[in-house]
């Protein structure tokens, strides 16, 4: 669609450019014509003939800048300022950034020469006459105020403008493909008809809980606030760091053996993967010990070393797996965590934990300083703290481990069923696990019974699908 549009404009140009009319810039591509800079607006600067204002980026000077944002609409990225003497010669420039509005504003500026003193930059290595115009500044919304391009414009400009705006327009073409299959019908399964079918679909995917993970120690970490970790933020993160550590699933076990199986453990098959993952998690904690004062920059690049010296054991670019929605708006990151705090519980009970609150309380103390979602972490804190407290009344065995996530998550789902915005029709918020999946769960009432449901668990999270 925004291809067709581009064409209609060009189309619309060159209908304008027939009858004459060489100052047609479609509307938004005419020249800036306001003052917004003091200085430039004073009377010792001579106007040119024929000149209209923009902003000047002269930094010396950067006292006497105003907003040069001000008026652009809120949706755009991208700032784009053309100064040109000869508007042939930054025409075609200007038309082909029109494929990517209203996400890039192009603003055309008319100067009479490379001094011109409403040139945004200082041209470097300036020569007679117009040979370095037409001229190009980019700036960037909420980033620094140097350009993030300042060049004349040659063959290999439109190239390298294309570098920086595309991946903004992937994401936004992502958005748009979302909104289009948003709107179309899901075809959901009756698994009620076709339980062996719908069984299918659920498993726990090794893909699913590093990619989840992977979001809950960079991007919920980096924005949850402030420049840098203070000691609380820090403390709860090491307590998480070291669950992950001791207790993220390192192997797979097929369906047919229990995991309490004697030998289940020496016939487990390695999830390669996911040890490299725990290489991280080790780098990281380490790195909490060794730094008083840690701040987002700091995280994030220890962080990506860490991934780096490890083979990128995270799938950040993988689709979800089990957790993948019937819709871009379902499941996802959330339905990868819960996976992974489950599947750790498990790994809690099978070795043999001691201390029952140890892994849950790790848990928490991520949630309440890190999960994003402020009502997510409202309402968890709230219930692990209030409704049904995490703590030994609720907590006394290596069963209830497991036990205590299990109705957690089960409350979750009784109070979140029937919310459109949350709710995917195919995997509905339904008390856990549902008849299909194990019908032994259940009593003569329809009633989950704890004992066999603790062993559908078991098995459940340790027979996990290999990342590919």
């Not at 001229?135 to 919304?141: A, D, F, G």
Request: hydrophobic share 35%; glycine share 4%.
């Amino acid at each position: 669609m925004r291809q067709r549009l581009h064409a209609k404009l060009l189309d619309e140009f060159d209908k304008e450019m027939e009858k004459g009319n060489s100052n047609y810039y479609l509307g938004e591509l005419q020249y800036e014509r306001r003052c917004k800079f003091a200085k430039l607006c004073s009377t010792s600067l001579p106007a040119p003939p024929k000149s209209v204002y923009a902003p000047t980026f002269s930094y010396a000077v950067n006292t006497q800048m105003q907003d040069p944002w001000e008026g652009v609409s809120n949706g755009t990225k991208f700032l784009v300022y053309i100064f040109e003497r000869n508007p042939e010669k930054g025409l075609p420039f200007s038309l082909d950034l029109l494929l990517f509005k209203p996400q890039v504003e192009v603003r055309r500026v008319l100067v009479w020469g490379p001094n011109d003193v409403r040139l945004m930059v200082e041209q470097k290595n300036k020569k007679n006459g117009d040979e370095q115009l037409p001229y190009v500044v980019v700036l960037e919304r909420g980033g620094k105020i140097e350009p993030l391009m300042a060049e004349s414009i040659t063959d290999s400009t439109l190239p390298k403008l294309h570098e920086l705006i595309n991946p903004l327009m992937e994401q936004i073409n992502q958005t748009e493909q979302a909104e289009a299959h948003a709107k179309k019908p899901i075809h959901v399964l009756d698994c009620a008809k076709n339980p062996e079918r719908c069984k299918q679909l659920f498993y726990v995917s090794e893909s699913d809980m590093l990619k989840a993970i992977h979001a809950a120690l960079l991007d919920e970490v980096i924005s949850s606030g402030g420049n840098e970790l203070d000691s609380q933020r820090i403390s709860n993160l090491k307590k998480f760091l070291d669950l992950l550590i001791q207790r993220f699933p390192r192997k797979t076990f097929e369906r047919s053996l229990p995991p309490t199986h004697p030998k289940s453990l020496s016939v487990g098959k390695p999830l390669s993967w996911s040890l490299k993952a725990i290489q991280v998690f080790n780098r990281m904690r380490q790195f909490l010990d060794k730094n008083e004062i840690i701040t987002m920059d700091d995280w994030k690049n220890e962080f990506d070393a860490a991934k780096a010296e490890n083979s990128e054991p995270f799938p950040i670019q993988a689709e979800w797996e089990h957790c993948k929605g019937s819709k871009p708006i379902f499941r996802g990151f959330t339905c990868g965590l819960w996976t992974a705090f489950h599947a750790m519980t498990v790994q809690a009970y099978l070795n043999n934990e001691q201390e029952s609150l140890k892994p849950l309380k790790a848990i928490q103390a991520w949630v309440s300083s890190f999960f994003s979602c402020s009502g997510c972490r409202r309402h968890f804190m709230s219930m692990t703290t209030e409704k049904f407290p995490m703590d030994e009344r609720n907590v006394k065995t290596r069963e209830d481990i497991v036990g205590y996530l299990w109705k957690a998550h089960n409350t979750v789902n009784a109070r979140l069923h029937g919310d459109e915005a949350t709710e995917d029709p195919q995997f509905p918020k339904e008390q856990f696990p549902p008849s299909f999946l194990c019908p032994e769960c259940r009593d003569s009432k329809g009633e989950l019974e704890q004992e066999r449901t603790l062993d559908f668990l078991l098995q459940f999270s340790t027979n996990i699908k290999p990342r590919q």
